[in-house]
């Protein structure tokens, strides 16, 4: 009896390791992101490697959404490229119109942010992006246009190997919600989730397909009982 605890922990920690978008798949995922990213991205910038970054920070941040939460709006592909590389280019041009790290910063990322909802395509990195760039490009050797090589190479690169790891490991990128028939149970459509999210007024990172299909799926788990 003194053992069945540490039984299940074992089994705890091997499901979490390997299971449904376990920790080990997720962490060797976003390795592998970076590790193609980099050294594809330090073989074009090539004589180039002492000015431009082979990696930029904001990339680790993208790898933990598209490889540990695959499913999410904030992850999928036009989100991870088009974020990005919009907000980079916002970063970089309120960097040069204002000159002062301060207000280049500050407006550069909140223009950013409006841009990439306006464009659906929002993601948090982005926002990294824009920092960084606004940042670089008031600098004591400002940024210039050839600083988005690298960024790009780099986003282009780590979405190229989402796309195949995720695919491989089952987990479809992009990501397509689960299409279910309607449970005889269910007193709602499509509509009302929509409804009820606009009453609530908030973001949540997850479809509307998903939700209905989540709950779909709980009717008949309940049904089955």
């Known amino acids: ?31 592998l992101g970076i590790a193609v990213a980099g050294a594809v991205t330090l073989l074009l910038v090539g004589g180039r490697a002492a000015l431009l970054p082979f990696l930029v920070a904001p990339l680790g941040a993208s790898a933990v ?12 592909p036009w989100p991870v490229i088009g974020g990005n590389l919009i907000s980079a280019i916002i970063g970089l041009g ?17 223009i950013a942010i409006a841009v990439m909802s306006l464009a659906r395509c ?6 990294a992006c824009a920092l960084l760039c606004a940042l ?9 246009a ?11 690169l780590l979405s190229g190997v989402g796309w195949l790891f995720n695919n491989l490991t089952g987990h479809p990128w992009p990501h397509r919600p689960p ?5 005889p149970q269910a007193a709602y459509s499509r509509e009302d989730i929509q409804a ?7 973001v949540l990172d997850v479809e509307v397909d998903d939700l209905d299909a989540f709950v779909q799926a709980l009717l008949r788990k309940g049904a089955g009982r």
């Not at 074992?10 to 798949?25: I, Y």
């Not at 910063?105 to 909140?110: I, K, R, T, Y």
């Not at 929002?122 to 926002?127: D, R, W």
């Open 1 to 31: 009896m003194s053992q069945l605890p540490e039984r299940t922990s074992q089994a705890n920690w091997g499901r979490m390791a390997v299971g449904h978008l376990g920790w080990a798949r997720n962490a060797v995922g976003a390795g």
């Open 65 to 76: 959404l598209v490889f540990c939460v695959p499913a999410s709006p904030l992850a999928q």
């Open 94 to 110: 309120a960097g040069h119109a204002l000159g002062d790290p301060w207000l280049a910063a500050s407006l550069g990322v909140g």
């Open 122 to 127: 929002l993601h948090p990195p982005g926002g």
């Open 136 to 144: 670089g490009a008031t600098g004591k050797v400002p940024w210039g």
């Open 146 to 156: 050839a600083f988005m090589l690298p960024i790009a190479a780099n986003v282009f």
């Open 179 to 183: 299409r279910v028939p309607l449970s």
């Open 196 to 202: 009820v999210l606009a009453d609530w007024n908030e």
